[in-house]
């Protein structure tokens, strides 16, 4: 027996040869796992997590920068806030605050179709937000769309069109395995192009992605995904870059915190609960803190305890 291949989590570039059409494609098996190890997420909320989270890596994989790029939902529905984050090497966090009686009663229609559970959950007056921080120069960018459409995909098509200009479709999967995501978008001719024979190829580019399925999003490799959608096409696949989830919380950081909020405040926590026990708000990772820890933290030491205070 073959040992157990180890997930894949990748986003790659492609084009149409000697054609104005780009691509990208991203899937996450360990990452996206990972990000939800701490923290158990009901089916409608976990899908639409996924889903932004694959799409962050696909905006960040469109632009040349160093830094942060940050996707915000925020609604009116059973899905209050959604934040993902994907940085210009492919490290990503996110988190979702959600009403749990909301997504029950969501969840509970099993008729409802995925367009009205979408809509459910980010309600009617949502808004879709991208910013991008850059370390050059503190360089900071933002566009803002309403969540309008059916699904995820058709925001982000929307932001493409209105923020960037550009021809833009968008397939989102995700399921409690993998998140995947495909890209693909029509750039500015060259001046002298046949403008009908560039329409022509985009169309059927168009209808390439509109063939394809979120089941074949999710468990199709790359290449059989680009053969079906782009038959007719020679196309060319560039090397992936690894993706992979990292949340900026550590044991300093909170200690940091605890410092900070002063003796008093966290000895009075010490006392009612008999520990301290700090949650990270992106990965729910928690980090816990004993009588001895605390003591260590306002004594002067760098680090708590040594060996007394753990993370679950």
């Not at 991203?26 to 889903?51: F, K, S, T």
């Not at 991208?130 to 969540?147: D, F, H, K």
């Not at 982000?156 to 923020?163: D, V």
């Not at 468990?219 to 053969?227: D, S, T």
Request: contains cysteine.
């Amino acid at each position: 027996m073959n040992p157990p291949t180890a997930p894949r989590d990748e986003v790659r570039r492609f084009i149409v040869e000697n054609r104005p059409v780009r691509g990208h494609w991203v899937r996450l098996e360990g990452a996206w796992q990972e990000l939800r190890a701490h923290r158990d997420y009901p089916q409608p909320v976990r899908e639409l997590l996924g889903q932004a989270v694959a799409a962050s890596v696909l905006l960040a994989a469109t632009l040349k920068f160093r830094g942060q790029l940050t996707l915000q939902l925020q609604g009116n529905g059973a899905v209050s806030l959604l934040v993902a984050q994907c940085s210009h090497d492919y490290r990503l966090r996110a988190v979702a605050r959600f009403d749990e009686a909301a997504v029950a009663a969501l969840s509970a229609d099993g008729s409802a179709a995925s367009g009205e559970v979408f809509r459910g959950l980010v309600g009617s007056e949502g808004r879709f937000a991208v910013t991008v921080e850059a370390e050059e120069r503190s360089m900071r960018y933002q566009g803002i769309v309403p969540l309008g459409g059916d699904s995820l995909a058709g925001s982000l098509e929307a932001y493409f069109a209105r923020s960037e200009q550009l021809p833009t479709r968008v397939l989102l999967a995700a399921d409690g395995e993998r998140g995947a995501g495909v890209l693909v978008q029509k750039l500015p001719q060259d001046a002298g192009t046949d403008e009908s024979q560039m329409s022509e190829v985009w169309e059927q580019a168009e209808r390439g992605i509109e063939r394809l399925s979120a089941a074949d999003l999710l468990q199709c490799p790359v290449e059989e995904l680009l053969g079906r959608g782009f038959a007719a096409h020679d196309m060319r696949l560039f090397r992936g870059a690894p993706v992979q989830f990292e949340c900026r919380c550590s044991q300093g950081r909170v200690t940091s915190l605890l410092r900070a909020l002063g003796p008093d405040e966290v000895r009075d926590v010490l006392r009612e609960q008999g520990v301290v026990t700090v949650t990270c708000e992106f990965c729910h990772r928690p980090y816990r803190f004993e009588e001895g820890d605390v003591e260590a933290i306002f004594e002067g030491g760098s680090e708590p305890g040594g060996h007394s205070s753990t993370i679950h």
